[in-house]
Each structure stands twice: as C-alpha cells, then as structure tokens.
C-alpha cells in the first residue's frame, strides 16, 4: 500500500518490550515503524510510572547485604509459587518461560541492564514474602532491586535508543495510530489496519479522546505486538475474573493508565493468535486514592513492610499468611471468599508514625522523587534521617482521602468509621484487644504471634533492618504515635495471561504452530508464553519479562525480517 511505512518490522506499542523490540531491530540495522494510539508523551508507557522494581538473583548487592540466593533457590520459589496446573496445555510455554527467565535473572540479567546504564539502590527490598512454607508461594530472600530513576530510569535509555534510530533515519513513529485488526492469512501476518485517533496534546498518562478522524491499511511482513495488559478496563477484569477469587469488587481503583485497555487482546485472538491464562491476573489489596491523580480513578499502591496490622472490613484481624507484602494473591481471595466480609471493597491498615516512616513504600515514579530523580542527598534525609515519613507518604497523611492520623485509638477509629458508612462501624474496643494482645508479644525478641514472628525475622536480614522494617515497638506505645489508619481498596494492575508464543516470542496459533512474522511480548504476551508467572509473581518480574520477551521478539525478527 503506497502509505504503507518503509520498514522490516512494524511495533504496535511504545512501551518498554515495544522499544527494547526496536532496540535490537535497529541495532540490528533494521527498520522498524513503532504505532501507538497515545501521543508522543507517552513514550515508554506503564514503565514509565512503574516504581522500577527488578527480580535479580544472586546480585552483587545481594551479596553485599549477605543475602545468599542462587538459581537453585529462585526456581524452586517461581515454581511452588506460580502452582502451573495446565502444562500440557496453557502452561506448556509459560514454565519454559519461567525456567528461562530464571536463569536469565540468575545470569545475563545484572550485566545486560548495566550494558545500558541501569544500577541500583544498595538497598535490596523483600517483596511477597509468601506463605510461610518452604514448598509454598513466595521469596525467600530480598530479591526486588530498585533501580536509580525508579521507572523512568529502566526505560529511559530505549527511549534514548528509540530517539537515536529515528535520527538515523531507522525508526519512524505513528503516534495516535490505534490498530483495530491484525490480517493474517495462509497462516502469515499480512498487515495491520486501524483508526487515526484525533490529535490530543493530554499530557502523560492523562486519559485522551477516542474521536476517529481516519482509517489506515497498513501492509508489512512482520508486526510485534506489545499493547500491554488490561488493567485499564475494569469491564474486561470483571469479565476474565476467577471464580476461585470470589465475586469482583463492585469499586475498584485504578492502578494503571486508560490507555492500559487490553483491546489487542482479543483483536489478536478473533486473528488466529492463542490467548491462555487470561483468568490470571495480578490485582493490589492496598491501593489509596491518589489525592493528586494523573488518570481516572488513579490509585496508589502501598508497597508494605511487614508491621502494619491489617484488619478486614469487619475490624477482624488478617490471620496469616496474609500479612502485609506477604501474599498478595492470598489476601485479596481471603477478601473476597470469606463469608462475612467479601460483601464490603476494603480493609485496613493501622499504623504508627513509625511505621509508616519505614515500611509505607508508594509504588511508581512519581511518589518517588528522590529515586526518580537519582537525589542521593535527598534519598538520605528523606528515607534515614528524622522522623518523617518521605515527602510523598507525609502528603497522603495529609491529603490522602483514605488515611486517618490521630492521637488515641478511640479518635482514630472514629475517623476510620467515618470513612466507611458502607461497613458496620469498627468497635474501638475490639480493636484495642487485639492491637493490646499483638502488643503483649513484643516484650520478647522470640513470640509466639506469626506476625511479630516474621517482623523479627526480616530484622535479621541487614537490608530489611536498615532500610524497611520498622524496630519491633508497640502499637499503642504512644512514643512511636501518631496512630494512622489507612483504608485499602483493590487496584487493578496486570494480566498474568495472553498471547501465548515460544521462546522467541512468536504467536502460536490454536493448533501450536507459529504464525509467521507475528510477534508478541510484555504484558500482552503474559510476560511470555502467555502467563510466565502462572497464579503468582514473585515481584519485580514484569519490567524483566517486558525486556527478556521484547529482546527475543527483536532479535529473531531481526535475524529473520527484511
Ligand atoms: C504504577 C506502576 C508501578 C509498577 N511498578 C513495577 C515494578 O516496580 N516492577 C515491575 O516489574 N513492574 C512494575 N509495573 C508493571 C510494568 O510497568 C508493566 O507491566 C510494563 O511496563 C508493561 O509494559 P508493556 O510494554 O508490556 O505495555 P505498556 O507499557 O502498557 O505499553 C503498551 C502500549 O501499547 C499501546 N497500545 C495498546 N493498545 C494499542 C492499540 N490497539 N494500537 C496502538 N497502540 C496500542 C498503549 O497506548 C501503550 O503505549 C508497574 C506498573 C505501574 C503502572
């Protein structure tokens, strides 16, 4: 077609597997056109507002903080936790996957990132610690290693790339381009077709108009799908819901941008492509409105140290495993199966300042300043030093719409209720019993509360004790006060399903054959193989599987277009 793009491979997507697909294309020489239906702002996509977390294994920063981990350990820890049921069918790829992008972590990882400029904090955090079995789902050890520029800083340098090519004269953006239909025939892609969305300078993130003011029919050998997951679209999460989770929020927050609308999904799929694991999902149980929201709904996601007690809409304490950053899976099924309570959206947290100036990590860029903007000095005085929380966690105490700061319990409770007029109100009593038993076991270094257990545990692992967990002190010690109290919503964030494809990102058809020149990766293609992670992530995992699909996408269609 005469406006057709001039290039080997066509990208639909410019978030971070889009760019590091057209990374290894146009180092390769190749030239790649890259569509995205959002406007050049929004270069880089969901990584671009992700807190930057990355699965590593058995890192020089690991071991700096004695943390032994190898491949060994990490394997046997992916596999217990992403339980793959389905391996002679929708798992047979995903655990393929999985083994890959272990030793991948394991090795070649550390070193490749590095290649391109991203490092670390020193700091190595502990996400989804799990469920307190050596056979069970979770981390062993800290494996989430937080990137200096958070987000911005793991994409930035393929956005660099990107720009690089495109003055070359090997790259060509379409942006406000959406594709509504991939053609595919003689089990071959022939093209892609879609709509011209109107021109819209909304700034980053923002949700942009949908108005159509044209159509395009765009003819190319080999396309790449990288369109992301469907967390912006609350009617297709209730519609790939499981049953094993209960019933769906009736409310539900957003933790991801609108364009994060999962529409390829099933555009691929009515084009032949086979879409696995799409009841697999990765949703937050401790999401807060943001009280300064880029996009609808915009919620927060409270990324929990393990001090916090966490009580259920009814004012009952979590039993564990369902600890705060232990099980996340776990807790939003106990939320939502448990007779009494799956009736009501939220559950609590209560806090001390303490507390929060330790364990409230927010998720994504912009709650992160100083890692954001790479402020060593600012890192220290607003993460070591005084008895603040960090800038952004002291703005949600004060503006947040779901945090209570109060001085007495009775004050405190009084807030919470006033918050939720859906719940039975909370009895100041009955939380001071179990807050006051809770408390009765931190007399001793050793208790025989699981909680207060495991928060004397993570202090025996240097990075926790010096970076994210709290010393262990009594709720109602009023020398640790204010007491906080934070109401938690469910955020929608990632699709662990999808396109399914091999290990060179190729998408497989119903049948298992390879549909020639069609390319999947990231989110939509669940990270690879159409849900690398099975039920559950072990964190940190999705900026890697973006890069570790996204490179396979691009170097066998490299090696292979044009
Ligand atoms: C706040 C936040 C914090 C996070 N923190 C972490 C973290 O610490 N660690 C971690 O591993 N992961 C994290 N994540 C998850 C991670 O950022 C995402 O899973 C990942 O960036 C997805 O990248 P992607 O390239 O697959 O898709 P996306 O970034 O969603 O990009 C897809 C692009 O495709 C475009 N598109 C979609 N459909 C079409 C269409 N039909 N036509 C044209 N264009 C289309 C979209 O406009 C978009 O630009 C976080 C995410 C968020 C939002």
């Known amino acids: 077609m005469s406006d057709s793009p001039r290039c080997d491979v066509l990208i639909i997507g410019a978030g971070l597997a889009g760019l590091v697909a057209a990374h290894e294309l146009t180092t390769a020489g190749k030239r790649v056109a890259i569509l995205d239906q959002e406007n050049a702002h929004n270069i880089g996509g969901q990584a671009f507002w992700s807190f930057g977390g990355l699965f590593l294994v058995n890192s020089p920063e690991q071991r700096r903080l004695r943390i032994r981990d190898s491949a060994e350990l990490a394997w046997n820890d992916w596999q217990a936790s992403a339980a793959f049921d389905r391996l002679d069918d929708e798992d047979s790829w995903a655990v393929r996957w999985a083994r890959a992008y272990v030793d991948f972590a394991a090795g070649e990882k550390r070193s490749w990132l590095a290649s391109h400029g991203i490092s670390f904090l020193p ?38 790339s ?28 022939q093209g892609v077709r879609g709509s011209v969305l109107a021109e819209d300078d909304a700034s980053r993130g923002a949700a942009s108009s949908r108005e159509v003011t044209g159509q395009f029919d765009f003819e190319v050998s080999a396309v790449i799908v990288t369109t992301g997951g469907i967390g912006g679209d609350h009617q297709m999460v209730r519609r790939h819901w499981p ?4 019933r769906p929020p009736r409310s539900m927050l957003t933790g991801v941008p609108e364009h994060v609308d999962g529409r390829m999904l099933d555009i691929a799929g009515d084009a032949g492509a086979r879409l696995v694991n799409r009841d697999r999902m990765w949703h937050y149980v401790e999401g807060v409105k943001n009280w300064d929201p880029v996009w609808p709904e915009h919620a927060v996601r409270i990324l929990p140290g393990p001090s916090s007690m966490w009580f259920d809409a009814l004012g009952r304490r ?40 330790k364990e409230f990590a927010l998720s994504g860029s912009e709650q992160n300043p100083d890692i954001t903007e790479r402020s060593k000095r600012e890192f220290i005085r607003q993460r070591l030093l005084g008895r603040d929380a960090t800038d952004p966690v002291e703005a949600f105490k004060t503006h947040g719409a779901d945090f209570v700061v109060a001085n007495t319990l009775e004050e405190l409770v009084e807030g919470m209720n006033s918050l939720a007029d859906e719940a039975p109100p ?24 699981a909680q207060v257990m495991a928060i004397h545990n993570a202090r025996r692992s240097l990075g926790e004790r010096l970076g994210r967990t709290a010393a262990p002190h009594k ?17 929608t964030r990632k699709s662990l399903g999808g396109i399914q494809t091999d290990l060179d990102s190729r998408v497989l058809d119903d049948d298992g054959e390879a549909i020639d020149g069609l390319y999947a990766a990231g989110e939509v293609a669940g990270f690879g193989g159409g849900g690398v992670h099975g039920y559950n992530a072990l964190e940190g995992t999705f900026l890697g599987g973006c890069m570790f699909s996204g490179r396979a996408a691009g170097r066998h269609a490299a090696a292979t277009a044009g």
């Open 162 to 189: 990107a720009h690089r090519a495109v003055d070359a004269g090997l790259l060509d953006f379409y942006h406000r381009h959406r594709v509504d239909e991939l053609v595919i025939s003689a089990g071959r892609v």
């Open 318 to 357: 979590l039993p564990e495993p369902y600890l705060p950053g232990f099980d996340t899976m776990g807790t939003l099924k106990h939320l939502r199966t448990s007779a009494e309570i799956a009736e009501y959206d939220h559950s609590w947290f209560i806090a001390t300042q303490s507390i929060a100036r």
């Open 426 to 449: 909370l009895d100041p009593a009955t939380i001071r019993a179990q807050i006051r038993a809770r408390d009765l076991q931190m007399d001793n270094p050793y208790a025989k509360d």
């Open 123 to 160: 700091t190595v955090g502990w996400a989804e610690r799990g469920s307190f079995s050596a056979e069970g789902h979770g981390n062993s050890v800290p494996r989430f290693h937080v990137a200096w520029g958070t987000g911005t800083g793991v994409v930035g340098p393929f956005v660099e």
């Open 475 to 491: 709720i109602l010690d009023p020398a640790h006060g204010p007491l906080i109290g934070v109401k938690l919503h469910v955020l």
């Open 243 to 246: 049953a094993r989770l209960g």
